[in-house]
């Protein structure tokens, strides 16, 4: 089950997004600050993350560049600042799509499969046209490229 988390001060918007969600078989973490929203992050195998914009302590823009630093999970801002300016400034951040409140819970819900969709690695198999394609070191069960920094194991590319 793949965990998707939701970071929104408003708790009746983060309920929400839970019921979508969890129905189509997702595992659902909440929190209502970026701050608590960054710990669950270390605490679990988040594979993507919705982050409301306007937050208190920190911001939903400053969490997406901390997450940034240390991890390549998709984040939808979910966040009711519509001007095409706040849309630039989150996806330049690092956002992988930006929705506008009020939002559709069918679009949301087709959002999120489809970045994730986009962010799954289909498993890899070493073949001797990919190490051709540069330098590599090859243990058992672990292939590294060391021309363009890329991590094999098991078949599966790791991030």
């Known amino acids: 089950m793949r965990r ?3 970071v929104d001060d408003d708790k009746e918007i983060a309920n929400l997004v839970e019921i979508y969600l969890s129905s189509t078989g997702y595992k659902i973490h909440k929190a209502y600050n970026a701050v608590d929203g960054l710990a ?5 195998d ?4 919705i982050i409301d914009v306007m937050m208190p302590q920190i911001d939903g823009i400053e969490m997406c560049r901390r997450i940034r630093t240390c991890r390549n999970i998709p984040i939808i801002i979910l966040s009711a600042k519509s001007a095409d ?4 400034l989150g996806l330049s951040v690092g956002a992988d799509d930006y929705m506008i409140k009020p939002f559709d819970s069918k679009e949301l819900v087709a959002r999120v499969k489809a970045v994730l969709r986009r962010y799954q690695a289909a ?6 046209a990919t190490k051709q394609q540069g330098e ?3 243990y058992p069960n672990l292939i590294v490229n060391l021309t363009n920094y890329s991590v094999l194991y098991k078949g599966h590319s790791v991030d």
């Not at 988040?46 to 993350?49: E, P, S």
């Not at 300016?85 to 630039?88: H, P, Q, S």
């Open 4 to 6: 998707i988390l939701v």
């Open 136 to 138: 590599y070191v090859e």
């Open 40 to 44: 669950l992050l270390q605490k679990y």
């Open 123 to 128: 498993p890899v198999s070493m073949s001797a």
């Open 46 to 49: 988040i594979k993507l993350a």
């Open 85 to 88: 300016v706040d849309k630039i």
